[in-house]
């Protein structure tokens, strides 16, 4: 029996090629190997506020990009988080067992809570890796493919595993990550944070629905220095970024990458990673256009899926409440 992966994307704005190369890149050349379980994570998308229709077309539209990357929804189940609602029920379990001080620590949460201030900063925002640690466990998930900024929620699911399994019993697996070193994607206008949905500037990222002309104008204007010398050097964050997406896109080595350009300006290096970006784009951008037309389509497939997902969720949640002594049967 194939051992299982899960991950999943938060429809909280436009996807953007850090989230592509941190997860979707990767799921497509594990699906082979694994059986998957990707998840439209709508609820985690609540933590901070949204508008109701944006949330509605993203949900559809990050379904969409899965299966127009290349996601075989044959083979492995794509649904919507809020659809199945074993994840809440496990989410409070687990709340139960989680300590103010290990949430306090998780970095996102501090970033995004300093960001919005103490009155604007939901509980939600703060149990958010407690919700994350239930999608991943009622799964019996073995491997997580998720980006590098996921890994402290990751350990956390596993400390989670770890503390149930020792209190109640052999329940959960203790799930690994999955991350490449490489699957690091800075913003294109401040290569100091990562590349993110809720960056202020459209400059900061480049997202998958973004048009040719977008892609160009972008990668035009991103942060680099003054040195202009193609190589792989840590402490040139901006042309250090635009490498390591050129490195993903192109699968070649550092050094044949800077044998490449040696001797060739940052205007010629933007213009050829400008060419890789578009041709792996521009293909999933025309095929999510054409699966959201057909929007019943699409609808089948994330009910389908659901339906998958709730009956395996269903059965972890029954051997949960029995090990706790929950409910009445
Ligand atoms: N910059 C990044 N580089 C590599 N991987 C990234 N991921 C996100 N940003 C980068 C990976 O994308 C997957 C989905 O992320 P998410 O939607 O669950 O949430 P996030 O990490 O909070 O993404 P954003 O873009 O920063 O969204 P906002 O601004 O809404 O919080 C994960 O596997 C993540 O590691």
């Not at 290569?191 to 160009?216: L, Q």
């Not at 521009?282 to 699966?291: A, G, M, V």
Request: aromatic share 10%; proline share 2%; charged share 25%.
């Amino acid at each position: 029996m194939k051992q299982i992966a899960f991950s999943g994307i938060q429809p909280s704005g436009n996807l953007h090629i850090g989230n592509y190369f941190g997860s979707i890149f990767n799921w497509k050349k594990i699906q082979n190997n694994y059986s998957c379980i990707f998840s439209v994570v709508d609820l985690h998308s609540i933590t901070v506020k949204q508008s109701p229709i944006d949330l509605k077309n993203k949900i559809f539209e990050v379904a969409a990009i899965y299966i127009a990357s290349g996601i075989d929804i044959k083979r492995n189940i794509i649904f919507v988080q809020s659809e199945v609602k074993q994840h809440l029920e496990l989410f409070w379990i687990l709340n139960c067992m989680s300590y103010f001080g290990e949430l306090s620590r998780m970095t996102q949460f501090k970033d995004k809570s300093k960001r919005l201030g103490k009155d604007q900063s939901s509980a939600g925002l703060f149990n958010y890796p407690v919700l994350m640690a239930s999608d991943i466990l009622l799964y019996d998930t073995n491997f997580v493919p998720v980006g590098y900024d996921q890994k402290q929620h990751i350990e956390l699911a596993r400390d989670l595993a770890e503390r149930f399994n020792k209190n109640f019993g052999e329940t959960f697996n203790v799930p690994e990550p999955l991350i490449k070193d490489d699957a690091k994607i800075m913003g294109l206008d401040n290569p100091e944070n990562k590349m993110s949905k809720s960056a202020k500037s459209k400059y900061n990222r480049i997202d998958i629905m973004d048009s040719n002309d977008e892609i160009v104008n972008k990668i035009k204007k991103a942060v680099t220095d003054n040195v202009q010398d193609v190589k792989f050097d840590k402490k040139r964050k901006g042309i250090y970024n635009l490498l390591t997406i050129y490195k993903l896109l192109s699968g070649m080595s550092e050094n044949e990458i800077e044998h490449n350009f040696s001797g060739k300006n940052y205007g010629y290096f933007k213009k050829d990673l400008t060419d890789l970006l578009i041709s792996e784009i521009s293909p999933i951008r025309e095929n999510t256009l054409s699966i959201l037309k057909n929007k019943n389509s699409i609808e089948k497939i994330l009910e389908d899926g659901s339906k998958k997902a709730r009956n395996i969720a269903n059965k972890k949640i029954i051997t949960v409440k029995n090990k706790l002594g929950l409910g009445i049967n």
